[in-house]
């Protein structure tokens, strides 16, 4: 929608505001991708009665406000937000034990670790916690400072913070202060969004303290599975560059797999 146009039209016959067409078009829209990410702008332009060049704006406005993501021949809807922790875990299981798979073997010989909170970041952990080598592990998340605890040359170190408990971690001045002070080899990230500008996340408090500790990193090690492919989340924590490293169980279509190659940065897929 252009900046300062009214979504309403006018009062119907109860005196109450009505949407305009196009506001009307952008729900439409909006709700269509929500159950169909795939459906294509002729598609959209005979359910609307419209021609494809109106439908064409129409994407062109959502896709300007960060409503959706446009992609050839059509668009999905961006995420701004994302299930709790609880829900996310129980989705795209195999997938993110492969990334998982995957991401122990790329960290090496690392005697260090930052590793951020979230669904896949917790399978790396699971994986993580049998390993028979010394390792000292920063992070804000509780589940991934108890599953790693267990291993007792594991040396889990809970950031301070700020408890967010849907997700399970800490955030605030103090956990930014805390990364500050140190500096790892490897810091491995899950995602919201992986896009051809980089990675996004939805939770803003969690963006800003993975943001940092990918600084406090030599290497960022991205964990994404293939559903993030072509979103854009709220806030961008790491754009395309050397020291990152995609990790999915798949590889990511052409489009995002040519930014990141252009860019410096690596792919790791099955």
């Not at 021949?73 to 034990?97: D, I």
């Not at 073997?105 to 260090?112: C, L, P, Y």
């Amino acid at each position: 929608m252009i900046l300062g146009e009214s979504p309403y039209s006018g009062l119907n016959a109860n005196g109450n505001l009505t949407m305009s067409k196009k506001t009307q078009r952008h729900d439409h829209i909006l709700s269509v991708l929500e159950a169909n990410p795939s459906i294509r702008v002729t598609q959209l332009a005979e359910d609307l009665g419209v021609s494809t060049e109106t439908v064409r704006r129409d994407l062109t406005e959502l896709d300007e406000t960060g409503r959706i993501k446009r992609t050839y021949g059509g668009a999905v809807r961006t995420r701004t937000f994302e299930p709790a922790l609880a829900e996310r875990a129980l989705l795209h299981v195999k997938a993110r034990e492969e990334i998982a798979r995957l991401a122990l073997a790329r960290i090496g010989e690392a005697d260090s670790l930052f590793i951020g909170g979230g669904a896949t970041t917790l399978h790396f952990a699971r994986a993580l916690r049998g390993t028979d080598r010394q390792l000292t592990v920063l992070t804000p998340a509780f589940s991934i400072a108890t599953e790693l605890s267990i291993n007792p040359l594991i040396q889990v170190m809970a950031l301070p913070g700020i408890v967010e408990p849907k997700e399970g971690l800490v955030y605030g001045a103090e956990t930014l202060k805390c990364i500050r002070q140190f500096r790892t080899p490897v810091a491995v990230m899950g995602a919201s969004g992986v896009d051809e500008q980089g990675v996004s996340e939805a939770l803003l408090i969690a963006a800003q303290v993975y943001a940092a500790m990918i600084d406090c990193a030599d290497e960022a090690l991205i964990l994404a599975d293939s559903s993030k492919f072509g979103n854009r989340s709220l806030q961008q924590i790491i754009g395309w560059r050397k020291s990152v490293c995609l990790i999915s169980e798949e590889a990511p279509p052409p489009p995002l797999a040519e930014a990141i190659r252009q860019s410096g940065a690596e792919v790791v897929s099955e």
